[in-house]
């Protein structure tokens, strides 16, 4: 969506997530119940919300207590907007960490400097910026947001250890199966890729629009098939 950015400057209100992921990818449009008067226009964020449900779903189905205090550790790697939207999903799933790597560490020291300014997590999540895959341990999820084929399966093994077993989302598209993807089945790990979080999302947006749950079993299907199609 290439007006994620400019979409700000054409609204009358933003949402907290729009706000602080930095991106507006959903308009919402009200007037006033006469009929009468300008056109408001609230923009969102629902990038988020898709990552947000596979990690809630997840932890429910293991079992894991979400909140606050409870010691979940999350890995985002790369510091785009896909990045971006991560971090604010695992502070809505209150972690108590959160680590970003990206190869220019810069980057992702934005990102920490961004949501601390923010507050969105309040004061007592350790958010850090880091610059070597190898020095990562014991994370509960791991979320890809670079580009599928940028990294080989040998950067990403140091990061799954045989005893601990979590959720690896991979926000790119292509290959069907990354590397990133591949060592995470392959150590044990429940593993979900980019399109189910674009799904997600968009049942999220279905809801803002029309007040109603989304039709999602109509929705997988015709992702399925425009999906064979598009090779995606």
């Known amino acids: 969506m290439p007006h994620k950015l400019t979409a700000f400057e054409h609204c009358t209100q933003v949402s907290g997530s729009a706000r602080a992921i930095g991106a507006i990818n959903t308009l919402l449009t009200t007037r006033s119940p006469n009929g009468n008067g300008a056109v408001k226009v609230k923009g969102d964020n629902t990038d988020w919300s898709g990552l947000y449900t596979l990690i809630i779903g997840y932890l429910s189905q293991q079992g894991i207590h979400s909140g606050k205090g409870t010691g979940k550790v999350g890995l985002v790697i790369g510091a785009g907007g896909a990045a971006r939207a991560a971090v604010y999903a695992l502070l809505q799933a209150e972690f108590s960490t959160i ?105 999220e947006q279905y809801r803002l629009w029309t007040g109603l749950d989304a039709p999602e079993g109509v929705m997988r299907e015709a992702i399925g098939e425009n999906g064979v199609k598009s090779k995606v």
């Open 99 to 203: 680590i970003i790597w990206n190869r220019t560490v810069g980057k992702a020291e934005d990102i920490v400097r961004d949501f601390e300014t923010l507050k969105c997590g309040g004061n007592d999540v350790d958010m850090r910026a880091v610059g070597d895959l190898d020095s990562i341990r014991n994370m509960d999820v791991i979320i890809g947001t670079i580009p599928g084929d940028a990294k080989t399966e040998d950067d990403f093994e140091g990061l799954f250890q045989e005893s601990k077993i979590g959720l690896c989302v991979e926000m790119a598209y292509k290959p069907k199966v990354t590397p990133l993807m591949k060592v995470a089945e392959r150590r044990g790990w429940v593993v979900r890729d980019g399109l189910e979080v674009l799904l997600r999302q968009g049942f």
